[in-house]
């Protein structure tokens, strides 16, 4: 069965502390791995896609790598206004999209 | 302008009732999708449309039902609605050969 698992559901950091957020998957085949991001009451927000293992992305502070079994989002030295849930999805060969639950980070100024 | 519009953006009503959800494109995509969110859950698919004619049922189906109006136009229908059916509901879009979707500003409903 495709599945998507987020890790760690809420992550606080402090303005300029780096980290990572996880996504890991099971697919039988993969299509692509896409990363979104959602604020409060709003729709989600198109980020990356991944399509194969080595393949990295970079947006600003954020670089989105992809192995065989996981993803990473990488936030180098956050500001307060990355504050927001960041979604995981990926596109099986043979099925539709299958999103994780999201990691919601907090950076505190 | 938003490229992906959903109407109404916030609703109440109660169980038993007939509602509509509709979204509009303007980015000239073939497909779109309906999916709900719950709290602590990931995106559920409901529908989706790949072109006018084209309509299939994605993991949630059950006590939902679509209509595809125009290349641009997508519906969700409630046909009576329970309190458990309370979410948040997004259209999104897409076009081949890309899977990147695109996300309306959502649909809070709430059955009471």
């Known amino acids: 069965e495709d599945q998507v698992t987020q890790s760690p559901e809420a992550l606080r950091l402090q303005e300029g502390e780096s980290s990572s957020l996880n996504c890991s998957y099971t697919?039988?085949?993969?299509?692509?791995l896409f990363w979104y991001r959602q604020d409060p009451g709003k729709g989600p927000e198109f980020l990356f896609t991944?399509?194969?293992a080595g393949e990295e992305k970079e947006k600003e502070r954020l670089k989105a790598t992809l192995t065989k079994k996981e993803s990473f989002l990488h936030i180098t030295a956050p500001k307060p206004e990355d504050s927001a849930t960041y979604l995981c999805?990926?596109?099986?060969?043979?099925?539709?999209?299958?999103f994780g639950a999201g990691t919601r980070l907090t950076v505190k100024p | 302008d938003a490229d992906v519009t959903q109407t109404p953006r916030n609703r109440i009503t109660k169980t038993g009732k007939r509602i509509m959800l509709e979204c509009s494109q303007t980015?000239?995509?073939?497909?779109m999708y309906w999916y709900r969110q719950d709290p602590g859950l990931g995106l559920q698919l409901i529908y989706y449309?790949?072109?006018?004619?084209?309509?299939n049922k994605g993991e949630i189906s059950d006590g939902y039902s679509v209509s595809r109006q125009a290349q641009a136009k997508f519906s969700l229908s409630l046909e009576s609605a329970i309190p458990n059916q309370t979410a948040l509901y997004f259209c999104?879009?897409?076009?081949?050969?890309?899977?990147?979707?695109?996300f309306g500003p959502g649909t809070r409903l709430t059955v009471l």
């Open positions: 999104a879009t897409s076009h081949p050969p890309s899977d990147t979707q695109y």
């Open positions: 697919v039988s085949g993969l299509r692509g």
């Open positions: 991944l399509y194969s």
């Open positions: 999805a990926v596109r099986p060969v043979n099925n539709d999209m299958r």
């Open positions: 980015k000239g995509h073939d497909r």
């Open positions: 449309s790949f072109d006018v004619k084209d309509i």
